[in-house]
């Protein structure tokens, strides 16, 4: 079994994501053309925020966080790895096919714990009729993301990055038939999340197949090995479940401000590109990789792989972070407002965006430092530390919302992160070595800090220089690209001349993976 190329993957990872990101983020912008924020784009927001919402907490949050090391190391042990995962296939679709049925007929309850603000208006309705439609997605999109951790184990990070892909490409031929056919925009979009979802499952289902994974259908059966991930699977699942009830806490704000639900969704998905296009990289590689080292007993390695990856992730994120905040607005007014997604819109989007931005680092360093306990099968500290930043969540969302109205959920989300890798840092220093900051992180995270800082600076004086071009529409794409491309070249500039990282080590690694 040849070992996981960490940089390889984090490039790989991260460049399918980051397609897939734009192209969402054209879904998004079409999303907002055709809906604006209007109740039918709050209905459809929350009912397919459901599925999803499960999803990560059965299968991305919990389940893998569990499946991926064990099944990891029984490929590097050379133990019966695909019998493990067949079973571990059948267990999973065993348990979803019921949660969706029961997840479909208690509809009307899963939209008020959602959104108890859209009780007695239309939005109510037409978010239980959309969610009925699109809960099985939950299904298919779970056992998606067992599959893919299957490939990402075997190397094989193209194939699993390439769904998210997909799935945005169904959505955005969808609403460009439903404009050119006039159908019912809100029912459209319904139904397409469980066309996508089967679609996704039969892709990657083909692709463990092509790698020579040969899943044989069977009836659910409590292996040792099951019950095994069982119970280091249950914490996790506990830690999924906080986390889905701080999004709870979120929407419930959101949902007694009309509009509120579509400006926190519009805002998490500009926030979510850098946010995946990293993240997930690094998760998806991480993972494997440190499960392996620790295998093969290689602390020196896992050092390494962590370190790389924290330095990679704040090299990309701080930057997005200051950019974030300091062009919100420009940002959130030239990509959004047309159609239905008027001034105001573009206002309440950018001042959740610029709030989302301050989270940003934390959101990505979560992703550096959660494999370093689930690669050790640790997921009960995870599981106390999401008990702690439910309640800040909680205080701060509830406690700000008379002040500041809707804005509440998005900085409590924030600080909540900050809050949730404090408590990471802290509890992996008992891990010896391979969890110790190396000498080469320690002297360029504070230049990566400067560079970031100084673009900021550059950015802000930009942003005014073009404030007229902004706002015209027949250059507003033109500056923002001005004003963005200014930004990057600024910032590498000057972090290449400070020593916050050499682009020549980006160049080999590019090179070698020709």
Same mark, same amino acid.
């Given at each position: 079994?040849?070992?996981?190329?960490?940089?390889?993957?984090?490039?790989?990872?991260?460049?399918?994501?980051?397609?897939?990101?734009?192209?969402?983020?054209?879904?998004?912008?079409?999303?907002?053309?055709?809906? @604006?924020?209007?109740?039918?784009?709050?209905? !459809?927001?929350?009912?397919?925020?459901?599925?999803?919402?499960?999803?990560?907490?059965?299968?991305?949050?919990? $389940?893998?966080?569990?499946?991926?090391?064990?099944?990891?190391?029984?490929?590097?042990?050379?133990?019966?790895?695909?019998?493990?995962?067949?079973?571990?296939?059948?267990?999973?679709?065993?348990?979803?096919?019921?949660?969706?049925?029961?997840?479909?007929?208690?509809?009307?309850?899963?939209?008020?714990?959602?959104?108890?603000?859209?009780?007695?208006?239309?939005?109510?309705?037409?978010?239980?009729?959309?969610?009925?439609?699109?809960?099985?997605?939950?299904?298919?999109?779970?056992?998606?993301?067992?599959?893919?951790?299957?490939?990402?184990?075997?190397?094989?990070?193209?194939?699993?990055?390439?769904?998210?892909?997909?799935?945005?490409?169904? $959505?955005?031929?969808?609403?460009?038939?439903?404009?050119?056919? @006039?159908?019912?925009?809100?029912?459209?979009?319904?139904?397409?999340?469980? *066309?996508?979802?089967?679609?996704?499952?039969?892709?990657?289902?083909?692709?463990?197949?092509?790698?020579?994974?040969?899943?044989?259908?069977?009836?659910?059966?409590?292996? +040792?090995?099951?019950?095994?991930?069982?119970?280091?699977?249950?914490?996790?699942?506990?830690?999924?479940?906080?986390?889905?009830?701080?999004?709870?806490?979120?929407?419930?704000?959101?949902?007694?401000?009309?509009?509120?639900?579509?400006?926190?969704?519009?805002?998490?998905?500009?926030?979510?590109?850098?946010?995946?296009?990293?993240?997930?990289?690094?998760?998806?590689?991480?993972?494997?990789?440190?499960?392996?080292?620790?295998?093969?007993?290689?602390?020196?390695?896992?050092?390494?792989?962590?370190?790389?990856?924290?330095?990679?992730?704040?090299?990309?994120?701080?930057?997005?972070?200051?950019?974030?905040?300091?062009?919100?607005?420009?940002?959130?007014?030239?990509?959004?407002?047309?159609?239905?997604?008027?001034?105001?819109?573009?206002?309440?989007?950018?001042?959740?965006?610029?709030?989302?931005?301050? @989270?940003?680092?934390?959101?990505?360093?979560?992703?550096?430092?959660?494999?370093?306990?689930?690669?050790?099968?640790?997921?009960?500290?995870?599981?106390?530390?999401?008990?702690?930043?439910?309640?800040?969540?909680?205080?701060?969302?509830?406690?700000?919302? +008379?002040?500041?109205? !809707?804005?509440?959920?998005?900085?409590?989300?924030?600080?909540?992160?900050?809050?949730?890798?404090?408590?990471?840092?802290?509890?992996?220093?008992?891990?010896?070595?391979?969890?110790?900051?190396?000498?080469?992180?320690?002297?360029?995270?504070?230049?990566?800090?400067?560079?970031? @800082?100084?673009?900021?600076?550059?950015?802000?004086?930009?942003?005014?220089? *073009?404030?007229?071009?902004?706002?015209?529409?027949?250059?507003?794409?033109?500056?923002?690209?001005?004003?963005?491309?200014?930004?990057?070249?600024?910032? $590498?500039?000057?972090?290449?001349?400070?020593?916050? $990282?050499?682009?020549?080590?980006?160049?080999?690694?590019?090179?070698?993976?020709?």
């Amino acid at each position: 079994m040849k070992p996981v190329r960490l940089m390889k993957g984090f490039l790989t990872v991260g460049g399918w994501t980051l397609g897939s990101r734009v192209v969402g983020f054209v879904r998004d912008v079409m999303m907002a053309a055709y809906l @604006g924020a209007g109740p039918v784009a709050e209905a !459809f927001l929350i009912a397919f925020s459901l599925p999803n919402m499960f999803r990560r907490f059965f299968a991305e949050g919990a $389940f893998n966080m569990a499946f991926v090391p064990m099944f990891s190391k029984k490929l590097q042990g050379g133990e019966d790895a695909q019998g493990f995962a067949a079973d571990a296939f059948a267990g999973l679709a065993g348990v979803l096919v019921v949660f969706t049925v029961l997840g479909t007929l208690a509809m009307p309850w899963l939209v008020w714990a959602m959104a108890s603000g859209f009780v007695g208006d239309a939005r109510f309705d037409m978010a239980v009729m959309f969610g009925r439609i699109s809960f099985s997605y939950i299904l298919f999109i779970s056992l998606v993301a067992l599959l893919s951790g299957v490939l990402n184990a075997f190397g094989r990070f193209t194939e699993a990055s390439f769904v998210p892909v997909l799935m945005n490409l169904m $959505f955005i031929a969808a609403m460009l038939m439903a404009a050119r056919a @006039g159908w019912d925009m809100g029912l459209t979009l319904a139904w397409t999340v469980p *066309l996508t979802g089967i679609a996704q499952l039969a892709f990657t289902w083909y692709s463990a197949h092509r790698a020579g994974f040969r899943l044989a259908l069977r009836w659910p059966r409590l292996t +040792p090995e099951l019950r095994r991930l069982a119970v280091i699977a249950g914490p996790a699942v506990l830690a999924g479940g906080v986390v889905q009830i701080n999004l709870l806490v979120g929407r419930q704000v959101a949902s007694f401000t009309e509009g509120a639900v579509a400006w926190l969704s519009y805002a998490d998905r500009l926030y979510q590109l850098p946010l995946g296009v990293v993240g997930i990289a690094i998760g998806t590689v991480l993972l494997p990789d440190l499960s392996r080292r620790l295998r093969a007993n290689d602390p020196l390695g896992s050092r390494d792989s962590f370190n790389r990856g924290a330095e990679f992730a704040l090299m990309l994120t701080l930057p997005a972070a200051v950019a974030l905040v300091v062009i919100a607005l420009p940002l959130t007014a030239v990509l959004f407002q047309r159609g239905e997604f008027g001034p105001l819109d573009t206002f309440n989007t950018a001042l959740a965006l610029a709030a989302y931005g301050l @989270g940003l680092p934390a959101f990505v360093l979560h992703k550096v430092l959660q494999p370093l306990y689930y690669a050790r099968e640790d997921t009960r500290r995870p599981f106390h530390y999401a008990l702690v930043c439910m309640v800040v969540n909680l205080v701060f969302a509830v406690g700000l919302m +008379p002040l500041i109205g !809707f804005m509440a959920a998005a900085l409590a989300t924030t600080v909540s992160g900050w809050v949730m890798v404090w408590q990471l840092w802290r509890g992996s220093r008992a891990m010896g070595e391979a969890a110790l900051l190396d000498q080469r992180f320690l002297q360029r995270l504070p230049r990566i800090m400067i560079a970031s @800082g100084a673009m900021g600076l550059i950015l802000w004086g930009g942003a005014l220089a *073009l404030a007229v071009p902004l706002a015209l529409p027949s250059w507003r794409y033109l500056a923002l690209l001005a004003l963005v491309s200014l930004g990057i070249i600024s910032y $590498f500039g000057i972090g290449h001349l400070i020593g916050a $990282f050499r682009l020549h080590d980006l160049k080999s690694v590019l090179r070698r993976q020709r």
